[in-house]
């Protein structure tokens, strides 16, 4: 074979890795959400969703990253028509269990969040939590997250400023990564520390792309302490951001 017909491209490498990482994680991580979906955290986040969700009826959400299909469950009891989407095939198996647990329906379906494959101006909201830390390229995300949305349409994004942080088993850490291997905690850390949205500052950085792209923005540097209560589900302590954006 030529030399160049064997060259590895480095996205498809490292979204490849990606991929396995949260397909390895996923049955794990399913039972966290299935305890945070009963517990009083819920209310807090569903709370605090419907406070910057548009008004009026049913919307069409799209709940980018959904892994076990947090958002979309809680919305979808809600009476909206929401679609999850997530690169993992194991992570979208374990939404749609946990969705017919829940006794609601909700679409999910195995997508790139960086790549979608929607038509223009087709949802009310996008929202996301916890996943454009593990974006490869996350102004691709956002310009795809905004060609969706409808005018007037808002984008909830609630992350965290990982690229600093190294993720560990150890002392007061949380329990989200209590049953993960040392082999697989380390290519977590590997994976993050190869991302370029580690050497941004957030949710500045986020906040003054967003604007570029026409948005109007809103940022809260810390919604933990109203949205992590219950103590048993032990989060990082790391202060989780709220981007709240109009289009
Ligand atoms: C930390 S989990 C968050 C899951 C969910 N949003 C929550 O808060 O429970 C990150 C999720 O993002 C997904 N993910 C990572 N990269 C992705 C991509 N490029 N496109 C879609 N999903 C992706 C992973 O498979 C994983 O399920």
Not at 33 to 43: D, F, G, I, Y
Not at 46 to 54: A, F, G, S, V
Not at 58 to 86: K, M, P, Q
Not at 167 to 189: D, P, V, Y
């Amino acid at each position: 074979m030529a030399l160049a017909q064997r060259k590895i491209d480095p996205t498809a490498e490292i979204l490849g890795r990606i991929e396995r990482y949260w397909d390895y994680r996923s049955s794990e991580f399913s039972k966290l959400r299935r305890l945070e979906l009963q517990s009083e955290n819920a209310a807090q986040w569903l709370k605090l969703l419907q406070e910057h969700l548009p008004t009026g009826g049913a919307l069409n959400i799209l709940d980018v990253g959904t892994g076990a299909g947090f958002f979309a469950i809680l919305l979808a009891a809600e009476g909206h028509r929401v679609v999850g989407i997530d690169m993992s095939k194991d992570m979208v198996h374990e939404a749609k269990k946990n969705m017919l647990a829940a006794g609601c329906r909700a679409e999910f379906r195995r997508m790139n969040a960086e790549e979608l494959d929607f038509p223009d101006e087709y949802f009310d909201a996008v929202i996301s939590r916890n996943l454009t830390w593990t974006l490869t390229d996350v102004m691709e995300a956002y310009r795809e997250w905004r060609r969706v949305l409808k005018p007037g349409g808002v984008l909830l994004n609630f992350d965290s400023d990982c690229g600093r942080t190294v993720f560990s088993k150890q002392g007061q850490q949380s329990c989200i990564h209590a049953t993960l291997s040392r082999e697989m905690l380390a290519e977590c850390n590997a994976i993050k520390d190869e991302l370029r949205i580690s050497t941004h500052h957030r949710p500045e950085w986020d906040s003054k792309f967003l604007r570029s792209l026409g948005f109007s923005v809103e940022c809260d540097s810390n919604v933990a302490p109203l949205v992590h209560r219950d103590q048993k589900l032990r989060y990082d302590a790391i202060p989780l951001f709220a981007i709240y954006a109009v289009k």
